[in-house]
C-alpha cells in the first residue's frame, strides 16, 4: 500500500482533533520547531502540515504570534452523521429520477432546475469542444464511419494517465478503458465482481443512480453511517464486514471525494484505510472519482487508487460534471479487473463515441482545460455559497446545511418530522424541481439535494425562497401531530 505522505498524515491527525473538540476553537498550537520535535520530523514538513491546516480553514496564522486552532463556524449546523441498518436489502428507486431529468434551465415556462445534478451550460467549456469536434470531423470523417477501438483513444487514455499523475496516482494506459458515461463504468465494474444478489457497500446517502444500477443488477445494497463532512466511516464498515451479515458483501462503491449528494470528502488516513480494509477481506473497491478535480482550494484531493499498490481498487470518472455532460465520455483503470471488464464493455455497448474522445484529448493536450477547471472551481464556489445562504435566510429555524469544499450539490435537513417528499410534490406544483432525499437511500424522510450549478439568477434565488415558505408551512401543520 502507498504510504500517505507525512505532512497530510499528521494534518489529518490535527484537524480531526480540532474538528471533533478535542483542541479548543482559538488555542495555540505549537510552533513550526516544536511541532516538528512533538512529531519527529523535519522542519519542513511542520511547515507544510500547518499550510496545509490553513488551506483548510481549521487553523489560523497570525503573524509574530504563532497558530491558533479555527474550528469551522457554518451559517447552521451541519446534518447530522447517518445510522442505517447496515443489512443488504434489495433497493427500489422511485420514479421522480426520471422527472427531473426534464428540466430546462433555458426555458422560463420549465421547472426551476435545482433537481438533476448538472453545472449550468454557461459554465462548460462548450465552444472549445464544439471547435474541436468539426476540426475532427472534417481532418477524420472515418471517426463518424466507424466504431473506434474497444479500450477507446489511445490519446485521451495517455492524457488521462498524465493527469492522474498529477496526484501521485499512477495508472497503466492499457487497463484504462474509455465508457459511457462514468455510470457505465460504475456498471461495468459491478458486473465484473458481483452475481445476482450479492451485496455491495454504498455510503448513507449514496447517489440514487448507483441504486439503480443496484437495482437492474439484482444485487443488494448494504448502507454504511457515513458522515456529511467526513464521508464513510471505515470503522462501521470493519464492524460489517467482520460479522456474520457481511459475509455476502462482494463489493464496495464509495465517492470519496466532494461526494453526491452530501458533498463528503474522506481523509486520506480514512482512505488509506479502506483500501487495507477491502483488500483484507476480498472485497472488491469501486472508486466514483466524478467530482474529484472539482475542489475549491488546495491541492486535489488523492484518489483511493493513490493507496492502491495492487490493482484492486477500479477508478471510475468521466467529463460530465467538468466538460460535456452530453458528450456521455467517461473511463474506469480497472486494475486487475481489466480483462472482465474489456469483455463486457464489447457486450454491453461495444465502443464510445470515437469523435468526442479525440475532440476532448484535444482540450486536454493544451492548458486550455486547466484555465477552464479554474474557472469552474471558482464559479462553482461562488454560486454554492450564494445558494447556501438564500437557504440560511429562507428555511425554517433548525435547519441543517451542509458546505461542501468541492463541487456544486447542496445537502440540507430539514427540522422536526420533515416529510421531503410532500414539499417535492408542493413544490413540484409551483413549477420548482429539487432531489428529495428518499432517493438516496433510506432514512432521509426529512433531507433534499439541491443543484448549485445553475447561475443564481432572480427566477433561482426566488424558488429558493419559496421552497423555504412551502417548508415552514409544512413543519406547521406537522407541529400538532409532534406534539
Known amino acids: 500500500m502507498a504510504d500517505i505522505p507525512a505532512y497530510r498524515r499528521i494534518a489529518d491527525e490535527i484537524g480531526k482533533l480540532i474538528l471533533e473538540g478535542h483542541i479548543a476553537d482559538g488555542a495555540r498550537l505549537p510552533a513550526v520547531r516544536e511541532l516538528a520535535m512533538q512529531r519527529g520530523t523535519s522542519v519542513t514538513t511542520a511547515v507544510e502540515v500547518l499550510r496545509l491546516l490553513e488551506r483548510r480553514d481549521l487553523v489560523e496564522a497570525r503573524p509574530r504570534v504563532g497558530y491558533f486552532a479555527r474550528r469551522p463556524r457554518p451559517g447552521v449546523p451541519e446534518p447530522a452523521m447517518s445510522r442505517p441498518r447496515m443489512q443488504a436489502r434489495q433497493v427500489r428507486v422511485s420514479d421522480v429520477v426520471a422527472q427531473m431529468f426534464s428540466a430546462d434551465g433555458d426555458d422560463a415556462s420549465r421547472p426551476v432546475p435545482l433537481g438533476a445534478a448538472l453545472p449550468g451550460p454557461e459554465l462548460l467549456h462548450s465552444a472549445a469542444l464544439q471547435r474541436a469536434t468539426a476540426r475532427w470531423t472534417r481532418r477524420s470523417p472515418r471517426l463518424l464511419t466507424g466504431y473506434g477501438l474497444l479500450d477507446g483513444s489511445p490519446r485521451l487514455r495517455r492524457r488521462l494517465a498524465a493527469r492522474y499523475l498529477r496526484c501521485a496516482t499512477p495508472l497503466d494506459v492499457p487497463e484504462l478503458l474509455i465508457t459511457n458515461g462514468c455510470m457505465e463504468a460504475i456498471n461495468l465494474a459491478l458486473r465484473a465482481v458481483c452475481r445476482p444478489r450479492d451485496g455491495v457497500i454504498v455510503e448513507s446517502p449514496c447517489y440514487f443512480g448507483f441504486l439503480q444500477v443496484l437495482e437492474a443488477?439484482?444485487?443488494?445494497?448494504?448502507?454504511?453511517?457515513t458522515h456529511p463532512r467526513t464521508g464513510l466511516s471505515v470503522a462501521a464498515v470493519e464492524r460489517l464486514l467482520s460479522a456474520a451479515n457481511g459475509r455476502g458483501i462482494r463489493a464496495c462503491i464509495v465517492s470519496p471525494t466532494n461526494s453526491n449528494p452530501s458533498g463528503a470528502t474522506m481523509s486520506?488516513?480514512?482512505?488509506?484505510?479502506?483500501?487495507a480494509l477491502c483488500r483484507r477481506h476480498g472485497v472488491a473497491l469501486i472508486e466514483d472519482d466524478l467530482y474529484g478535480e472539482l475542489q475549491f482550494s488546495g491541492a486535489r484531493p488523492l484518489p483511493l487508487r493513490h493507496f492502491d499498490t495492487h490493482g484492486e481498487v477500479m477508478l471510475c470518472g468521466s467529463f460530465s460534471k467538468t466538460l460535456a455532460p452530453g458528450a456521455r465520455v467517461g473511463w474506469i483503470a480497472a486494475g486487475r479487473h481489466a480483462a472482465e471488464v474489456?469483455?463486457?464493455?464489447?457486450a454491453v455497448s461495444v465502443t464510445t463515441a470515437p469523435l468526442l474522445q479525440e475532440a476532448i484529448a484535444d482540450l486536454l493536450e493544451g492548458g486550455a482545460y486547466d484555465r477552464h477547471l479554474r474557472r469552474l472551481r471558482a464559479e462553482c464556489?461562488?454560486?454554492?455559497?450564494?445558494?447556501?445562504?438564500?437557504?440560511?435566510?429562507?428555511?425554517?429555524v433548525g435547519t441543517r446545511v451542509m458546505q461542501p469544499q468541492g463541487g456544486f450539490l447542496l445537502w440540507v435537513q430539514l427540522p422536526g418530522a420533515a416529510d421531503a417528499m410532500a414539499l417535492y410534490r408542493g413544490a413540484a406544483d409551483e413549477g420548482i424541481e429539487f432531489a428529495p432525499g428518499p432517493l438516496f437511500g433510506s432514512g432521509f424522510a426529512d433531507c433534499l439535494r439541491i443543484n448549485c450549478g445553475q447561475r443564481p439568477t432572480r427566477?433561482?434565488?426566488?424558488?429558493?425562497?419559496?421552497?423555504g415558505v412551502l417548508a415552514a408551512e409544512l413543519a406547521t401543520d406537522l407541529a400538532p401531530r409532534a406534539a
Not at 268 to 275: P, R
Not at 342 to 346: E, G, V
Open 268 to 275: 486520506d488516513a480514512d482512505k488509506a484505510a479502506l483500501v
Open 217 to 225: 443488477l439484482g444485487l443488494k445494497a448494504c448502507e454504511v453511517p
Open 381 to 396: 464556489e461562488r454560486q454554492l455559497r450564494q445558494v447556501t445562504q438564500w437557504v440560511i435566510e429562507a428555511f425554517p
Open 342 to 346: 474489456r469483455r463486457l464493455k464489447f
Open 459 to 467: 427566477r433561482i434565488e426566488d424558488a429558493i425562497r419559496r421552497l
